[in-house]
């Protein structure tokens, strides 16, 4: 089956810790993407990669960072340095027709 | 800059038709989308429409583009409880490939 996994499902994080959330695709997809999803809100950009080892910054990267070093993976990492992190995290990967295909989210808790 | 605006609420009961309504900024975009999200998942593409049309139906869905006024509006026909979930709008500012969200709305179908 082809698709956009994400995991884990649930992950918790401990304050002054780095945690990385795994995104991978087997859509042969180029260009992939990470969202912020808080409730009540839309999604809001973190970084997107159009092609493998390149990324830019979206809306809010600041306490974030990505790395794209094949091209069915693009993990996040959230750092300590990102003060409110508790959100749910949406990877997407986008075809040649410009449509988004979503994983099923990651949902990050601080303890 | 870019805002895309959607009401937070809309409840209808089963077999009703449901309108969701968006309004968006950017006169450039050339796709406008429309995102279904059920608990705790990801997103799901319902539909979308280019910026040359003014109406496009698919099944039960009827998608209403004005560009004078910026605003685009889903219709569902005979609603169903399972079509209970967060709907989102989004534009591609610019004409560009990156997708620039609304804040979503919640549909609640009540039997």
């Known amino acids: 089956d082809g698709g956009i996994t994400q995991s884990p499902k649930y992950l918790f994080r401990k304050e002054g810790q780095n945690v990385t959330l795994s995104c991978e695709q087997n859509?042969?997809?180029?260009?992939m993407y990470w969202y912020r999803q808080d409730p009540g809100q839309g999604l809001r950009l973190i970084y997107y990669?159009?092609?493998?080892?390149?990324?830019q910054k979206g809306d809010i990267a600041e306490g974030y960072s990505v790395s794209r070093e094949k091209k069915e993976s693009f993990p996040l990492t959230v750092t300590s340095a990102q003060k409110n992190p508790t959100a749910f995290y949406l990877c997407?990967?986008?075809?040649?027709?410009?449509?988004?295909?979503f994983g099923p989210g990651t949902r990050l808790t601080v303890l | 800059g870019e805002d895309v605006e959607q009401s937070l609420f809309l409840s209808v009961r089963e077999g009703d038709s449901s309108v969701i309504n968006c309004t968006y900024t950017?006169?450039?975009?050339?796709?406008l989308y429309w995102y279904k999200q059920e608990p705790g998942a990801g997103l799901q593409l319902l539909t979308y429409?280019?910026?040359?049309?003014d109406m496009k139906q698919d099944q039960r869905l009827t998608v209403l583009l004005n560009k004078k006024d910026k605003h685009l509006s889903l219709r569902i026909a005979d609603t169903q409880t399972g079509d209970s979930a967060i709907y989102f709008c989004?534009?591609?500012?610019?004409?560009?490939?990156?997708?620039?969200f609304g804040g979503g709305t919640r549909l609640m179908v009540k039997p």
């Open positions: 997407a990967s986008r075809d040649n027709y410009n449509e988004q295909f």
């Open positions: 859509l042969n997809h180029d260009a």
């Open positions: 990669s159009q092609i493998v080892n390149d990324f």
């Open positions: 950017d006169s450039s975009s050339t796709y």
């Open positions: 429409i280019f910026s040359n049309m």
């Open positions: 989004a534009e591609t500012p610019g004409g560009g490939n990156m997708l620039t």
